[in-house]
Every structure is written in structure tokens, then in C-alpha cells.
T-cell receptor, first 112, second 113 residues
Framework: GNSVTQMEGPVTLSEEAFLTINCTYT??????LFWYVQYPGEGLQLLLK?????DKGSNKGFEATYRKETTSFHLEKGSVQVSDSAVYFC???????????FGQGTRLTINP | DTGVSQDPRHKITKRGQNVTFRCDPI?????LYWYRQTLGQGPEFLTY????????KSRLLSDRFSAERPKGSFSTLEIQRTEQGDSAMYLC???????????FGPGTRLTVL
């Protein structure tokens, strides 16, 4: 079946630290991969995506590279800000299946 | 802003009552999805419509749950005879395009007492 595993949280960092949130997946076929973010009191927002192997998605200083050989899509940011505090979800979608399969989420807190 | 909207945002009900939630997708989106999210977990897929046709239902969707999308526009999700285990955030999303980029609404938080 299709599944997504994220590194367990919560993660607490200081402002300007380097961030990595690990995400690995299992999928039948060739999935599209996504990172969604949920800020406190708000709905899920698409942060970035990648649709094929070796694609790099990027947005707001965040990056993730679709690694087919390691079935991974790790989220990175070089210098985090307090405003990045949120819950981050890795997700996949297999073509034809339409639905998104989410990981359990990683809560990130950035201290000033 | 013409994003996905959901109504109500919060619903408190007693066990055994019926509840109905509404979702209005982004106007040009032909696909509409319902998910359920419990505390500390990622959203779980419930069901999916393309236009007015319900094309997939999760095994999570028991017989007490029914969803409709008349005329391929807004959608409703009804839960009959609610149970405490139904307490969750119910999310609606819509999409248009081949890479399944889904846009989410703010959710309806259901509390069953």
C-alpha cells in the first residue's frame, strides 16, 4: 500500500538554525510528493511539491528533493524564523488514485 | 479571495444526533475531497468527487456517513447517529489539473458529547 513516514516531533530550534524534517514513503507506481504546512488556527496550505524523480520543490526558503533511490522527500530550510512555527505534513498522491496520503505531521517550534 | 470555504467552522452535538457540513470548492475546480483529521494525526481520506460523481470512498466511511455533490458544485457531508469517536476536524479540499494539487478549506471541527 501507499504510506508516508515523517520524523517524529516536536522539533524545537532557535531562530536562524538549519532545519531538516525527514520524510520517507512507500508507494505503488510513481507518486507526486508534497509538503503541506498548517499554521496555528489555520487550514492546510501547500508549501511545495515535486512530481518526478530528482525534481526539487521550493517555496519561502524551504526546499525538498524527490529522491526515488531512497524513497525520500526531506524538507530543509537554511535559516528558520519564528514565523515558521507550524505543523508540517508530508504527503503523496499516486496518479490515478487522486487522494492524498499524509504522514502524521511534525510540529516545529522556533524560539527567538 | 475565492478559496475553499466550509460551514460551519465548529459544531457541538450530542451523541446520536445527525449533523451536516457544507463545502464550497474553488469555482473552477472539478474535484472535491473530504478528509478527517484527529488530534496529532495527519488527515485521512474519506471520499472524492469528480464533478457530481462520487468516485471513491474510504473504508473509514461507515454507513452512517454520506456525502453528496449535486450539480458538481458544493458538497455536503452528513453523519447520522453521531458517536464520540466521530469527534474530529473534517477537511474539504478541491483541485483541478493533472498533478493533484489540492487546496484545503479551514475545516469544520466536530465535537460529539
Amino acid at each position: 500500500g501507499n504510506s508516508v513516514t515523517q520524523m517524529e516531533g516536536p522539533v524545537t530550534l532557535s531562530e536562524e538554525a538549519f532545519l531538516t524534517i525527514n520524510c520517507t514513503y512507500t508507494a505503488t507506481g510513481y507518486p507526486s510528493l508534497f509538503w503541506y504546512v498548517q499554521y496555528p488556527g489555520e487550514g492546510l496550505q501547500l508549501l511545495l511539491k515535486a512530481t518526478k524523480a530528482d525534481d526539487k520543490g521550493s517555496n519561502k526558503g524551504f526546499e525538498a528533493t524527490y529522491r526515488k533511490e531512497t524513497t525520500s522527500f526531506h524538507l530543509e530550510k537554511g535559516s528558520v524564523q519564528v514565523s515558521d512555527s507550524a505543523v508540517y505534513f508530508c504527503a503523496l498522491s499516486v496518479q490515478g488514485a487522486q487522494k492524498l496520503v499524509f504522514g502524521q505531521g511534525t510540529r516545529l517550534t522556533i524560539n527567538p | 479571495d475565492t478559496g475553499v470555504s466550509q460551514d460551519p467552522r465548529h459544531k457541538i452535538t450530542k451523541r446520536g444526533q445527525n449533523v451536516t457540513f457544507r463545502c464550497d470548492p474553488i469555482s473552477e475546480h472539478n474535484r472535491l475531497y473530504w478528509y478527517r483529521q484527529t488530534l496529532g494525526q495527519g488527515p485521512e481520506f474519506l471520499t472524492y468527487f469528480q464533478n457530481e460523481a462520487q468516485l471513491e470512498k474510504s473504508r473509514l466511511l461507515s454507513d452512517r456517513f454520506s456525502a453528496e455533490r449535486p450539480k458538481g458544485s458544493f458538497s455536503t457531508l452528513e453523519i447520522q447517529r453521531t458517536e464520540q469517536g466521530d469527534s474530529a476536524m473534517y477537511l474539504c479540499a478541491s483541485s483541478f489539473g493533472s498533478y493533484n494539487e489540492q487546496f484545503f478549506g479551514p475545516g469544520t471541527r466536530l465535537t460529539v458529547l
